[in-house]
């Protein structure tokens, strides 16, 4: 079809010309939409936090250090604290203490809570994957869609020029009284509805041109050219697609079941880490004191300086301290029972993704298989259609049938032609995503 190529080959050169812009492939779409994608930017601000969790849970393995110091002003009566006498007078002192803690066994409770948080590390990095990918399947689907408008926008104005040719020809077959005038409105009927089906069309492009723009997060642009050839290239059949071989690739990286393998090791050493607060806790203690009394005085009624008193007030100590739960109303036991459960519903979600990812390839590959039996006979209509549509053409010409019977033909070679164009893109969709779950790497993604 020479004429369909030139229209295609109009359009796209006539869509760089007036916009003034590169043509996009569909691997610079999918990394431009990453790159400024909002909901990406979240998942890795989740990813950071996680992150920054883990490294604090390691922390929670050093000692606890805490220093104290006050100054208060006592009036009235109160008890003095150098004779612990009572008095009537106003004065002040300080306190200085500095403690420090050292966890020696608390049930292994921090060294399980630094596993779980690293499981959720290692979960929220695949969530950031997962995020990806779902985002660049959604611009690939957005891609082809406009592929697909454009083809529909391309066939229409092929049937608009072939209903031009005909209106032109009914004209002046008018005006030498070969045919009728009602003729001629039939013919520009059906030119007219032609040029709305185009208007349409082109409507049905624009508004798919948004949603690509829209998932691309392409800001201050109303309008995108792609590269890529509006031709659909036949499929090649895949021979031996099998459903258990491929779900078992997929099974190995898709980011969203991996996730969820972390998220269930991470609920299992949380579980194991609540259980640990059902266990006796040692740690040591250690501290350092020292203040000062404006009531300590020397033997001359003097007030001792303050830096005789902080040396002199000092006082240390050093010992080990051994908690063991005996009754607080079961919460301990309540927090195990509760942490189970939430490692087994985990246990149960990751369940829940394998089943739907094997659901879905084997969606897939059902899919594949029709899709390529559905584009060998699409092809064969396509044939037969443009086949008959040619006989009628000729036949119009020579005033063997009407503009109603013409009309009919063409009507039928482009809804053929239409639905070639969407298996020709199914499949190929189909086939890429095929192609993703068999580890083959499709989008260009870190």
């Excluded at 624009?206 to 031709?231: F, P, T």
Aim: hydrophobic share 40%.
């Amino acid at each position: 079809m020479n004429l369909k190529l030139y229209i295609t080959s109009s359009l796209f050169f006539m869509s760089t010309l007036v916009f003034s812009q590169e043509a996009w492939t569909l691997d610079e779409c999918v990394a431009y939409a990453i790159e400024h994608n909002l909901q990406v930017k979240n998942t890795a601000y989740n990813k950071d936090s996680s992150k920054e969790s883990y490294h604090q849970s390691v922390r929670d393995l050093l000692p606890s250090v805490n220093g104290y110091t006050d100054y208060r002003i006592r009036y009235g009566r109160s008890a003095d604290p150098n004779t612990n006498d009572y008095v009537n007078t106003e004065f002040f002192s300080n306190n200085y203490a500095l403690n420090a803690n050292l966890d020696i066994f608390r049930g292994f409770q921090k060294m399980n809570s630094i596993k779980a948080s690293k499981f959720i590390y290692k979960a929220t990095q695949e969530d950031i994957l997962q995020e990806k990918f779902q985002l660049a399947f959604r611009v690939m689907s957005a891609f082809y869609d406009i592929k697909f408008y454009e083809g529909l926008v391309a066939n229409s104005l092929e049937q608009q020029e072939i209903s031009q040719g005909n209106y032109d020809l009914v004209s002046k077959q008018v005006e030498l009284g070969i045919m009728a005038g009602a003729d001629l409105y039939e013919a520009e009927s059906i030119l007219l509805g032609d040029k709305l089906l185009v208007t349409q069309n082109q409507n049905l492009l624009n508004n798919a041109k948004l949603i690509l723009l829209q998932e691309m997060n392409l800001i201050g642009v109303d309008d995108i050219v792609l590269q890529e050839s509006l031709e659909v290239l036949p499929e090649e059949p895949t021979e031996g697609v099998s459903v258990d071989s491929l779900y078992k690739t997929a099974r190995g990286f898709v980011p969203l079941v991996k996730s969820q393998e972390y998220r269930v090791s991470a609920a299992k050493k949380q579980m194991q880490a609540t259980r640990g607060g059902l266990f006796p806790s040692l740690s040591l203690v250690a501290g350092y004191g020292t203040s000062y009394f404006e009531t300590n005085v020397d033997e001359n009624g003097n007030i001792i300086p303050f830096r005789t008193q902080f040396k002199d007030n000092t006082s240390k100590f050093v010992g080990a301290e051994l908690s063991i739960p005996i009754s607080n109303g079961w919460a301990n036991h309540s927090r195990v029972k509760q942490q189970k459960i939430a490692y087994l519903q985990a246990k149960n979600n990751l369940e829940i993704q394998e089943q739907e990812l094997f659901q879905l390839i084997q969606q897939l590959v059902q899919t594949h298989n029709a899709l390529l039996v559905e584009l060998d006979q699409s092809n064969k209509r396509v044939e037969a259609q443009e086949l008959a549509f040619t006989i009628a053409q000729k036949r119009y010409e020579k005033g063997l049938i009407n503009a109603l019977d013409l009309f009919q033909a063409k009507n039928l070679f482009g809804v053929a032609q239409n639905e070639n164009l969407q298996v020709g893109l199914r499949l190929r969709v189909n086939k890429s995503t095929i192609d993703f779950y068999s580890g083959l790497p499709i989008f260009n993604i870190n």
